[in-house]
């Protein structure tokens, strides 16, 4: 298999064959790092129920160790909440929690997270979606294999929530195209060098584009961005308050496969 496998797929490639060749990319990755440097996870969350989803696909993460500084937007922690930490705890993840009042904008909560934070690297994940437990390790590997100021993954999977389908979306070209430089990840996979991050002024203080500012704050800097293949991790759509209306035939149209309910491999981790 050729050292970059993925760049000689097209849309027709099918999952097996993508999977064969992400597991190809890894191994030869992961061959060559001798030592990880530290990794903080921000997280901004205001649904306890999406938060336990993401305390417990954060406790199944195969990066060894890691900081998580959690900040909590006008909610609390439940009972079920505290024993999910405590099991993070357990298993060598530090656990920073903040309170913000439901005033501060998403960008405040986010760039305060990041400035308490002490990681050599920036994790940003998000509440409402999906990670396989290869994720943060995935990312790690990128940076350091690239060189990459930014590391994130393409949005080529999608859990279409009201219709119950996950669409696979894979191309050689544009969004869905992987492992290659670009000015565009998904928000809720970057991973961020943190002198570079600094720089760029964290995630601004708006309440909405706040991995835009980061992204192209970095990039304004000189900074340079890998975008590496998005299966691991599951991009999900819905109608809430949360997330702006989104026609999703967009998605439906442009997708090579869909399965009922959430896409099941060990790569998206155990059952939801």
Same mark, same amino acid.
């Given at each position: 298999?050729?050292?970059?496998?993925?760049?000689?797929?097209?849309?027709?490639?099918?999952?097996?064959?993508?999977?064969?060749?992400?597991?190809?990319?890894?191994?030869?990755?992961?061959? $060559?790092?001798?030592?990880?440097?530290?990794?903080?996870?921000?997280?901004?969350?205001?649904?306890?129920?999406?938060?336990?989803?993401?305390?417990?696909?954060?406790?199944?993460?195969?990066?060894?160790?890691?900081?998580?500084? !959690?900040? !909590?937007?006008?909610?609390?922690?439940?009972?079920?909440?505290?024993?999910?930490?405590?099991?993070?705890?357990?298993? $060598?993840?530090?656990?920073?929690?903040? $309170?913000?009042?439901? #005033?501060?904008? !998403?960008?405040?909560?986010?760039?305060?997270?990041? #400035?308490?934070?002490?990681?050599?690297?920036?994790?940003?994940?998000?509440?409402?979606?999906?990670?396989?437990?290869?994720?943060?390790?995935?990312?790690?590997?990128?940076?350091?294999?690239?060189?990459?100021?930014?590391?994130?993954?393409?949005?080529?999977?999608?859990?279409?929530?009201?219709?119950?389908?996950?669409?696979?979306?894979?191309?050689?070209?544009?969004?869905?195209?992987? #492992?290659?430089?670009?000015?565009?990840?998904?928000?809720?996979?970057?991973?961020?060098?943190?002198?570079?991050?600094?720089?760029?002024?964290?995630?601004?203080?708006?309440?909405?584009?706040?991995?835009?500012?980061?992204?192209?704050?970095?990039?304004?800097?000189?900074? $340079?961005?890998?975008?590496?293949?998005?299966?691991g991790y599951i991009y999900r759509r819905?109608?809430?308050?949360?997330?702006?209306?989104?026609?999703?035939?967009?998605?439906?149209?442009?997708?090579?496969?869909?399965?009922?309910?959430?896409? #099941?491999?060990?790569?998206?981790?155990?059952?939801?």
């Amino acid at each position: 298999m050729a050292s970059n496998p993925i760049n000689t797929m097209d849309r027709f490639t099918s999952f097996s064959q993508e999977i064969q060749a992400i597991e190809a990319i890894r191994k030869s990755r992961r061959s $060559k790092i001798k030592k990880y440097p530290t990794v903080s996870v921000v997280v901004s969350t205001l649904r306890p129920s999406d938060l336990s989803n993401l305390l417990n696909q954060l406790l199944t993460q195969s990066l060894p160790s890691f900081e998580l500084v !959690l900040g !909590l937007h006008a909610i609390d922690l439940s009972p079920s909440h505290k024993k999910q930490i405590s099991a993070l705890n357990r298993r $060598k993840v530090k656990v920073v929690i903040e $309170k913000f009042s439901k #005033e501060k904008t !998403l960008g405040e909560i986010l760039t305060a997270l990041a #400035e308490s934070s002490h990681g050599q690297f920036i994790a940003k994940m998000d509440d409402d979606d999906y990670y396989g437990p290869e994720h943060l390790h995935d990312l790690l590997d990128a940076a350091l294999s690239t060189g990459a100021d930014v590391v994130g993954r393409a949005m080529n999977y999608v859990y279409l929530e009201p219709l119950q389908l996950t669409v696979r979306r894979f191309a050689p070209h544009g969004t869905q195209a992987v #492992e290659l430089w670009s000015d565009w990840v998904c928000g809720g996979t970057i991973l961020a060098k943190r002198d570079k991050a600094e720089a760029a002024g964290w995630f601004g203080s708006g309440n909405t584009a706040v991995d835009r500012f980061l992204l192209s704050g970095i990039t304004n800097n000189g900074g $340079k961005i890998w975008r590496t293949f998005g299966a691991g991790y599951i991009y999900r759509r819905t109608f809430t308050f949360h997330t702006y209306v989104t026609n999703y035939s967009k998605y439906l149209n442009g997708a090579n496969e869909q399965v009922v309910g959430l896409w #099941e491999n060990p790569i998206f981790g155990g059952p939801r």
